[in-house]
């Protein structure tokens, strides 16, 4: 039976992530440093994880945001419209992420793109990997940038790339800030 609510379907595949990998919700939550109840509410799509949480679930399975919020295909079709692009939005910290071309077996190229509300900060603690390629472009807004303790004010059209190693953070002014993220 297919999933329609995109909660259960990500508990679902959150779930199904951790077993086939063996661990249990107590050693998912040492990895990752979310409560082992966080997790099981997660899991049985009582609450929508933030994306912070993603993040940390993402370093502790050692994999990029976009293959926790959905599985990746093994072949692709060329042309993906945007009626058919996951929305995925965390309503507390004013974040959307829409997946502009999922990750698929045999590309190695994936576009995401973003906004965050005004007056918001989405920190993570690290990459899913380090040395996660990130190329991300500014389409609108104000949007400060710091990965690995640098920081970089970013304006509409400028192009900041970086590998990250560490610790990240996206922090917005008065408006939304609206980009395109391309990962490797």
Same mark, same amino acid.
């Given at each position: 039976m297919k999933q329609t609510n995109p909660h259960e379907a990500l508990a679902?595949?959150?779930?199904?992530?951790? &077993?086939?990998?063996?661990?249990?919700?107590?050693?998912l939550a040492e990895a990752s440093g979310v409560s082992r109840a966080t997790l099981s509410r997660i899991e049985k799509a009582e609450v929508s994880p933030t994306a912070e949480t993603l993040g940390r679930l993402a370093a502790a399975f050692g994999l990029p945001l976009s293959q926790l919020l959905a599985p990746m295909e093994r072949s692709f079709p060329p042309l993906f419209r945007r009626a058919d692009q996951p929305l995925w939005t965390d309503a507390r910290s004013g974040f959307a992420r829409r997946s502009l071309s999922p990750p698929a077996a045999s590309l190695r190229i994936e576009m995401i793109e973003g906004e965050i509300a005004p007056h918001r900060r989405i920190a993570y603690e690290r990459p899913a990997f380090a040395g996660h390629e990130h190329h991300l472009v500014l389409l609108s807004g104000a949007l400060r940038l710091t990965a690995d303790g640098l *920081?970089?004010?970013?304006?509409?059209?400028?192009?900041?790339?970086?590998?990250? &190693?560490? *610790?990240?953070?996206?922090?917005?002014?008065? &408006?939304?800030?609206?980009?395109?993220?391309?990962?490797t």
């Open positions: 679902g595949h959150l779930r199904r992530l951790r &077993q086939e990998r063996g661990r249990s919700l107590q050693e *920081s970089y004010d970013l304006e509409p059209g400028d192009c900041l790339r970086y590998r990250l &190693q560490g *610790s990240s953070s996206f922090e917005t002014g008065a &408006q939304p800030a609206r980009y395109l993220l391309a990962m």
